[in-house]
């Protein structure tokens, strides 16, 4: 049958055939008995005897096993017809029988190189395998029939243990669910099939002769001893192994350069883009295209070596510049004479400006670009070549520019397919698919510097770090980005983080009492984003806090940085007095190493924080304006042009804007409520706020002013805190009810909310405990009961 397995089958007596032979001394023993019969043979020749033609003639049954050993038996090519047995790889012919049952096929997976590959990368251990073996079919040939499908699916040469792992997921009722589980598609799966294939190519690939050029390859070319002190041999590191380019648009940029070099007119390329974006992969993979005899090039440029100039080394032999000017004239006489050299120029931007670690050699360059003698590949990136341009038109002018593009997710996931088996090798580890897929997600989140596919590679090298056991999981990779950005990445999994996030308005009003519409607010945002649902390209929260002074809305910022934030520190706060001209938007997004303070500064080493900004009305229109990029998006751009996330803080804004309106409303015993749309509203028509200023947060908080009942808890809360910093004296402090009574009646001020209780203990309380410390009265372990009457005197 055409999905079934045929023990009969040709292949199956090969395989079995070739596993024996392996595994027995035979082939071995028959070399031996081969070797002896041949020289045994020719020695008795020598001596004339008789027997010697018998034992050569021998030796031909030895020879003629081993020739069918090695010819027949080496390789077992995939059958010519369409039966599943002349389709599976050699391995599963030795693993599967007639009487394979479903579940059997479960068993075998983990035995054949492609299917642990498959159980390794994506994360699946055999106990997953054998779970699902009670939901497949009664029969394999529906398994087989799938297989077959997946392997023409995925341009599959033959039906490996790959393939049937992904076979037998598939034939699972509802699969999809069961993946879900593992935040896997069976697309996902597909691609790990197309991965294992490439990879198992590669390895054949460098089995294979290395042609290129021979030893007499460069003695027509000349000596070049101060290039190869300064300057490294890209083409030295082709070891027949072809590096894929997995970005069409790399090798059609590898054409370019081939065509620029190739005809007359300057010799050189500028290659711009980004750090990360692939620029030194594109001229690796030309210096190996040019070293393989077998690639389509013209023959100008077979057996050209491109050498890569370590400028810093260069910089720092020479004593000035006019020593390093001789040093660059030797370098370009010894290329011009070798014939045979490409020079690269990495970070091309160093030989073309002034300051530590740069010199300017424009004026000696650019009639060697414009004359064309030399070949060369100049990599810089495009804000570098800009300045340049700007300052030296004539040298930007003679440049052959190419941009090269970063690459989108397909491609970054097919070149870190390509790369990992390096890493792998380097750091002893094993990435899964998914360590892969969140590179890519979270470097396109947290990195700004580096564009893709670089970022992503750098996240995985980080994960290496945190990896589990030998494995590189996406938890890796979360926590790698939560130890390096000092932001939290990961839904909250933990139970005590969940607690934390399902009792944050409890948690909260440990420090501050009501305000309950925006207490609930800011937790919800912070749930949403706990629970991995918040918009990823957006602040996990933005709240404008309107309201009388002294009611809660700093102290809410306050509690909110202490609860989940990892403590009050991680509060930015700006006070919005301070930037009340146009000229102080310089001051929100200046270079850290200038200030410090500036709110990009701030943000980038604290990404995961509460920014406060507080009197937000105070703030000039161009400051408002600067911040809504900020509100919108999440991100601001330093006057360095560098992207700074803003993704992972809630943003806080307070303002005391129609205070008076709401106290009054609030007097007359109108609910909040009742009156904020028509609020908003008057903010607007007064020129407050400008409507698409108000329209970036995700909600407007109203604080209304406390009461005295409110005073109550907020006296409690004040002399908590007074207790908490009594702590490491063992002294405590308690306030007779009538007491309490006293200080409300005294700390009570409609206008001013909290700030007078507070002044008012500080006077009063903290006073008395001062004095009772310093005369002795309070000592440790004693507890200080405050009266009413010392509450009068004081």
């Known amino acids: 049958m055409k999905n079934s397995f045929d023990p009969q089958n040709p292949r199956v007596r090969k395989a079995h055939q070739k596993h024996a032979l392996n595994n027995s001394p035979m082939l071995a023993l028959t070399l031996v008995v081969f070797i002896a019969l041949l020289f045994g043979g020719i020695a008795l020749l020598y001596f004339q005897n008789s027997i010697s033609w018998t034992l050569i003639g021998f030796s031909s049954l030895p020879a003629m096993l081993i020739f069918w050993i090695k010819n027949d038996l080496v390789d077992i090519p995939i059958g010519k017809t369409d039966n599943f047995t002349d389709l599976i790889s050699e391995d599963l012919l030795l693993l599967i029988t007639k009487n394979s049952s479903p579940a059997d096929l479960t068993q075998i997976l983990p035995k054949t190189r492609s299917g642990a590959f498959i159980m390794a990368r994506f994360n699946l251990p055999t106990p997953f395998f054998n779970e699902i073996a009670n939901f497949l079919p009664a029969t394999p040939e529906p398994i087989y029939e799938t297989a077959r499908h997946i392997c023409e699916t995925t341009n599959s040469e033959e039906i490996t243990g790959a393939v049937l792992a992904v076979a037998i997921i598939s034939s699972v009722p509802n699969y999809e669910l069961l993946l879900n589980q593992f935040q896997l598609t069976i697309t996902d799966l597909h691609q790990g099939i197309i991965w294992f294939n490439y990879l198992n190519g590669m390895v054949k690939n460098s089995k294979k002769p290395i042609h290129s050029g021979g030893i007499a390859r460069d003695f027509a070319f000349g000596y070049t001893p101060t290039l190869q002190r300064f300057a490294i041999n890209l083409s030295e590191r082709?070891?027949?192994?072809?590096?894929?380019?997995?970005?069409?648009?790399?090798?059609?940029?590898?054409?370019?350069?081939?065509?620029?070099?190739?005809?007359?007119?300057?010799?050189?390329?500028?290659?711009?883009?980004?750090?990360?974006?692939?620029?030194?992969?594109?001229?690796?993979a030309l210096a190996e295209t040019l070293m393989n005899a077998d690639s389509k090039i013209p023959h100008s440029l077979k057996y050209r070596q491109i050498y890569s100039l370590d400028a810093p080394s260069l910089i720092s032999a020479a004593k000035d510049s006019s020593e390093l000017e001789y040093l660059m004239v030797n370098i370009f006489n010894e290329i011009y004479s070798a014939k045979n050299i490409i020079l690269c120029l990495d970070n091309a931007h160093l030989f073309f400006e002034e300051g530590p670690g740069s010199?300017?050699?424009?004026?000696?360059?650019?009639?060697?670009?414009?004359?064309?003698?030399?070949?060369?590949?100049?990599?810089?990136?495009?804000?570098?070549?800009?300045?340049?341009?700007?300052?030296?038109?004539?040298?930007?002018?003679?440049?052959?520019?190419?941009?090269?593009?970063?690459?989108?997710?397909?491609?970054?996931?097919?070149?870190?397919?390509?790369?990992?088996?390096?890493?792998?090798?380097?750091?002893?580890?094993?990435?899964?698919?998914?360590?892969?897929?969140?590179?890519?997600?979270?470097?396109?989140?947290?990195?700004?510097?580096?564009?893709?596919?670089?970022?992503?590679?750098?996240?995985?090298?980080?994960?290496?770090?945190?990896?589990?056991?030998?494995?590189?999981?996406?938890?890796?990779?979360?926590?790698?980005?939560?130890?390096?950005?000092?932001?939290?990445?990961?839904?909250?999994?933990?139970?005590?983080?969940?607690?934390?996030?399902?009792?944050?308005?409890?948690?909260?009003?440990?420090?501050?009492?009501?305000?309950?519409?925006?207490?609930?607010?800011?937790?919800?945002?912070?749930?949403?984003?706990?629970?991995?649902?918040?918009?990823?390209?957006?602040?996990i929260g933005t709240f404008l806090f309107l309201g009388p002074t002294g009611v809660g809305k700093t102290e809410l910022a306050k509690s909110l940085s202490e609860v989940y934030f990892n403590g009050e520190d991680n509060i930015i706060r700006l006070d919005m007095n301070e930037f009340v001209s146009a000229a102080d938007v310089s001051r929100l997004i200046k270079d850290g190493a200038e200030d410090g303070l500036s709110l990009t500064a701030q943000v980038s080493k604290q990404p995961f924080s509460v920014i406060l900004l507080d009197e937000i009305e105070k703030a000039h229109p161009s400051v408002l304006t600067t911040l809504l990029q900020v509100l919108d998006e999440g991100i601001l751009r330093d006057e360095k042009n560098r992207e700074i996330s803003f993704r992972d803080s809630i943003i806080i804004a307070t303002s005391n804007a129609g205070a008076n309106e709401i106290r009054e409303k609030i007097a007359s015993g109108a609910k909040i409520d009742d009156f904020k749309e028509e609020f908003i509203e008057n903010l607007i028509s007064s020129n407050e706020f400008k409507p698409e200023f108000l329209n970036r947060f995700d909600e407007i908080c109203l604080f209304k002013p406390l009461s005295k009942e409110d005073l109550v808890s907020v006296l409690d809360l004040i002399i908590a805190s007074t207790n908490r910093t009594l702590e490491p004296q063992k002294i405590s402090v308690v306030v007779d009810p009538a007491a309490k009574q006293i200080l409300i009646d005294k700390g009570y001020d409609p206008k001013m909310g909290a700030r007078p209780m507070r002044r008012i203990v500080q006077k009063t309380v903290e006073n008395i405990v001062a004095a009772a410390i310093l005369s002795g009265h309070a000592t440790p372990g004693s507890t200080l009961h405050i009266t009413p009457n010392e509450i009068k005197i004081s």
Do not use: C, W
């Not at 007359?264 to 030194?280: D, E, F, K, P, W």
């Not at 139970?495 to 207490?519: C, F, G, P, W, Y």
């Open 359 to 539: 010199v300017d050699i424009a004026n000696l360059l650019t009639p060697i670009l414009e004359a064309g003698h030399i070949r060369m590949i100049l990599i810089m990136d495009d804000q570098k070549f800009l300045e340049i341009s700007s300052k030296n038109s004539t040298l930007a002018n003679s440049l052959n520019k190419i941009m090269v593009s970063p690459s989108n997710r397909e491609e970054t996931l097919k070149i870190l397919m390509d790369q990992v088996p390096l890493l792998e090798y380097q750091k002893n580890v094993i990435y899964t698919y998914r360590a892969l897929t969140e590179a890519y997600r979270l470097s396109e989140q947290y990195i700004h510097d580096v564009e893709m596919p670089g970022k992503a590679k750098l996240l995985l090298e980080s994960a290496t770090s945190y990896a589990e056991g030998n494995l590189v999981t996406a938890l890796s990779v979360q926590t790698a980005v939560e130890k390096s950005y000092g932001v939290k990445v990961r839904v909250a999994s933990d139970e005590s983080d969940r607690n934390k996030l399902l009792n944050l308005e409890a948690l909260i009003h440990e420090r501050m009492i009501d305000q309950t519409e925006a207490v609930s607010a800011v937790a919800n945002a912070l749930r949403r984003a706990g629970a991995g649902v918040k918009h990823a390209g957006r602040p």
């Open 238 to 284: 082709y070891s027949g192994a072809h590096t894929k380019l997995q970005m069409a648009d790399h090798t059609k940029i590898i054409g370019q350069i081939i065509e620029t070099f190739t005809h007359g007119g300057r010799q050189n390329v500028a290659l711009i883009g980004a750090y990360g974006s692939g620029r030194s992969t594109i001229v690796n």
